[in-house]
C-alpha cells in the first residue's frame, strides 16, 4: 500500500515536472495533439480509400499521398525555415494538412482525393522539419535521446488514444466524420502554438543565429555524403516497414478477418499503447548506452511482428501481432530523429534535416505503394511478408554499417558529426 502511493506520488510529480517543461506548449502539447489527430484519421483512411476504388493499388497510393507530398516538399522548404520562425512554420504546415483532410469529407473521387492527401503531406512536410529543427537546436546532444524519445512518447499517446476514437466515430456515424475531427483538433494545435510565445526557448534562437542555418545542403553535406547514404539506406528500410504497417493493419483486419471499423481501431490502439510501454526506456538507453543498441532490435522486432500478420485467423491473433508491431515501433521511438540530429551539422543545419525527412519521406511514401502494388499483384499475405522483410533487411544495415553516433562523455562520438 505505502509503495502504491510511492510511486503514484512519483508519477504525479514527474507529470507536473512535464507540464512545467519550458518547451511543453511550443513543442510537445503540439505534438500530442497532431499525433491524436492522425490517430483519429489513421484506422479510417484505407477504409475510406477502400470505398472509393476496388484496386488496392490506388487504396495504397492515397494512404501514401501525404508522403508523397512531403517527398517533394522537404527539401525546398527546409530552405525556407531555416530563415523562418520555427513556430511559425509548424503552425502553417499544420494548418495545410488540416485543410486537405477536412475537404476529404465531401470527396467522392480516388484523383481528387490523392490530390488532396498530397495538400496534406506539404503541410506535414514543413511541421516536420521545423519541428525536428526547433527540438535539435534547443537541446544538448546528450539530451537528445531522452528529448525526442519523450516527443516520441506524446506522438505514441496521441496514436494510442486517437485510433479508437476513430474507429468510434466511423463505425456509430459516418465513416468520414473522423475528418472533421482531425481538423478540430488541428486548430486547437495551431492554437497553443500561438499561446507559447513566453514559454518559447531562447537557446534555439540564439543557436540558429550563430550557426549560418541557411547555408546550401552541398555544405552541409561535405565530408558526410558516404554515411549520409548508407544511413539513408537503414532509414528507408525500417521506414518502408513502419509507414506499410499503417496500410496493412487495416486491410488486413477488414479485407482478410472481416473485422468492424472499431475493432480496428481498437487494434491500432493496442498497438501505439505497447509502444508507450518503452519509450521513455529507449530515450535512457539511446541517451546512456547508445542509438545503436535501440534501433537494430527495434527495427527487427517491427519486421518479425508485421511477418507473423498472415498467421493470424482471428481478432485475437490480429491484436497479439499488432502488439508485437508496437513494441517494435515503441522501442525505436525517436531514434530516427535522434540519429539525424546526432549526423546534422551545425552550419546548414536546417538543409539536412530536410535532406534527412526527405530520406524519410522515400521509406514513408514506399511503404503503403508496396503493400498496394504487392497485395494486388500477388496477395495481401506476401504484402506483409515483403514489409517485415524491410524491417529486418534495417536491423542489419543499421548493426553493420552505421556508427554509433552518441558523444561518450570527455570526447567525441565514433564519427564526428558535428
Excluded: C
Excluded at 54 to 70: C, D, E, F, N, Q
Excluded at 111 to 126: D, E, P, T
Excluded at 340 to 354: C, E, M, T, V
Amino acid at each position: 500500500m505505502g509503495n502504491d502511493i510511492f510511486m503514484s506520488g512519483k508519477l504525479v510529480s514527474s507529470i507536473k515536472r512535464f507540464l512545467k517543461h519550458p518547451l511543453f506548449l511550443s513543442f510537445y502539447l503540439p505534438s500530442f495533439l497532431v499525433a491524436l489527430a492522425w490517430g483519429v484519421r489513421t484506422p479510417v483512411l484505407p477504409l475510406y480509400a477502400n470505398n472509393l476504388t476496388a484496386r488496392y493499388s490506388l487504396v495504397g497510393i492515397v494512404v501514401a499521398g501525404a508522403s508523397l507530398g512531403t517527398l517533394i516538399t522537404d527539401l525546398p522548404a527546409a530552405n525556407y525555415i531555416g530563415r523562418m520562425d520555427r513556430r511559425l512554420a509548424m503552425a502553417l504546415g499544420i494548418g495545410l494538412d488540416a485543410a486537405g483532410t477536412l475537404a476529404l469529407f465531401w470527396i467522392d473521387s480516388v484523383w481528387l482525393a490523392i490530390l488532396l492527401r498530397f495538400l496534406g503531406g506539404v503541410g506535414h512536410a514543413v511541421f516536420s522539419i521545423a519541428r525536428h529543427a526547433y527540438i535539435t537546436d534547443a537541446v544538448r546532444v546528450e539530451m537528445r535521446g531522452r528529448a525526442l524519445s519523450l516527443m516520441g512518447g506524446t506522438l505514441r499517446a496521441g496514436l494510442f488514444i486517437g485510433p479508437a476514437i476513430g474507429g468510434i466515430i466511423a463505425d456509430r456515424f459516418t465513416l468520414r466524420l473522423p475528418f472533421v475531427g482531425f481538423a478540430v483538433i488541428s486548430l486547437f494545435a495551431i492554437a497553443v502554438i500561438g499561446l507559447s510565445k513566453d514559454q518559447h526557448e531562447p537557446q534555439a534562437s540564439q543557436l540558429r543565429k550563430g550557426n549560418a542555418d541557411d547555408v546550401s545542403l552541398r555544405h552541409a553535406l561535405k565530408g558526410r555524403l558516404g554515411l549520409f547514404t548508407i544511413a539513408s539506406l537503414g532509414n528507408i528500410l525500417v521506414m518502408v516497414a513502419a509507414a506499410g504497417e499503417s496500410l496493412i493493419l487495416p486491410l488486413w483486419g477488414a479485407d482478410q478477418l472481416m473485422l468492424s471499423a472499431e475493432q480496428i481501431g481498437w487494434a491500432v490502439s493496442l498497438s501505439s499503447a505497447f509502444s508507450l510501454l518503452l519509450f521513455y526506456p529507449a530515450g535512457l538507453l539511446m541517451d546512456r548506452v547508445g542509438r545503436k543498441p535501440v534501433i537494430v532490435p527495434s527495427a527487427i522486432i517491427l519486421g518479425v511482428g508485421l511477418g507473423l500478420l498472415p498467421l493470424t485467423n482471428g481478432f485475437a491473433g490480429f491484436l497479439l501481432a499488432g502488439s508485437l508491431i508496437g513494441l517494435g515501433y515503441g522501442l525505436g521511438s525517436g531514434a530516427i530523429l535522434v540519429l539525424g540530429s546526432d549526423l546534422s551539422p551545425k552550419a546548414g543545419r536546417s538543409a539536412y534535416l530536410g535532406a534527412w525527412r526527405w530520406v524519410t519521406d522515400v521509406g514513408s511514401s514506399g511503404g503503403p505503394v508496396i503493400v498496394g502494388w504487392v497485395a494486388e499483384v500477388l496477395a495481401l499475405p506476401f504484402a506483409a511478408l515483403t514489409i517485415a522483410g524491410a524491417g529486418v533487411l534495417a536491423g542489419v544495415v543499421f548493426g553493420l554499417f552505421v556508427p554509433e553516433t552518441l558523444k561518450k562523455p570527455g570526447g567525441e562520438s565514433e564519427q564526428e558529426v558535428n
